[in-house]
């Protein structure tokens, strides 16, 4: 069975300074390793995926993502906080056996500060 | 596109009440998913749908019924409302390719008193 474990329910930091958010999954198969994010009152949003074409995936608004299958580790980085990423970030793993199902974790807030 | 639509956005019922959620995807999507979001819990899978006419239990199904009778429109139904079940509700939808995105709806929030 698969899981997801996001470590640090909260993050603060500065604007400028770098962003990073760790998520650990375990899974009997190859993973297919998603990160998403919800701003405040919306749904969320696709940030980044891996499907194992390349192990540091880039995604949108200057997140990327390192995949680590020897830490069974996907943490998601930004070099520099802007204030506009104050979101809740979820990472994902796809479940095996079809249907594009979805296990999340738990969840990050970030919170950016001036 | 609208994309991901949910009606309504926001309710609040009295236990054993019951209600419905009404999910509408314009992108042909095969799949479509109803989760519940609670604080500190992220996302929970209630039920599914692979296709018109077809459904399947989540991980937290107990209490929600769902309807797919078109393609478009994934319904989720409460019967008997607990305060349990006071969340946020999200349908998101996909298409039927290998390990693809799911795109989500903006969410209900339903309270039960």
């Known amino acids: 069975a698969q899981s997801v474990t996001q470590l640090g329910s909260h993050v603060s930091v500065s604007e400028g300074a770098l962003v990073l958010l760790r998520c650990n999954y375990s899974?009997?198969?190859?993973?297919?390793l998603f990160w998403y994010v919800q701003y405040p009152n919306q749904g969320l949003q696709l940030l980044l995926k891996y499907t194992s074409a390349a192990t540091l995936v880039k995604g949108i608004n200057g997140f990327e993502a390192e995949f680590k299958k020897s830490e069974t580790s996907f943490h998601l980085t930004k070099p520099s906080a802007h204030m506009s990423d104050a979101a809740e970030y979820f990472c994902a793993v796809s479940v095996s056996g079809g249907y594009n199902k979805l296990i999340f974790g738990a969840g990050t807030r970030l919170a950016v500060h001036p | 596109n609208a994309g991901v639509t949910q009606t309504p956005k926001f309710r609040v019922l009295k236990t054993g009440q019951s209600m419905t959620l009404l999910c509408a995807q314009d992108m042909n999507h095969e799949y479509m998913y109803w989760y519940r979001q609670d604080p500190g819990m992220g996302l929970r899978l209630i039920h599914y749908s692979v296709g018109e006419g077809t459904t399947a239990k989540g991980e937290v199904p107990d209490g929600y019924n769902v309807s797919r009778l078109k393609k478009q429109n994934f319904l989720l139904g409460l019967e008997s409302a607990a305060p349990s079940q006071t969340s946020v509700y999200f349908c998101?939808?996909?298409?039927?390719?290998?390990?693809?995105?799911?795109?989500f709806g903006p969410g209900t929030r339903l309270t039960v008193t």
């Open positions: 899974s009997s198969v190859p993973p297919y």
């Open positions: 998101a939808s996909t298409d039927s390719g290998s390990f693809r995105e799911q795109y």
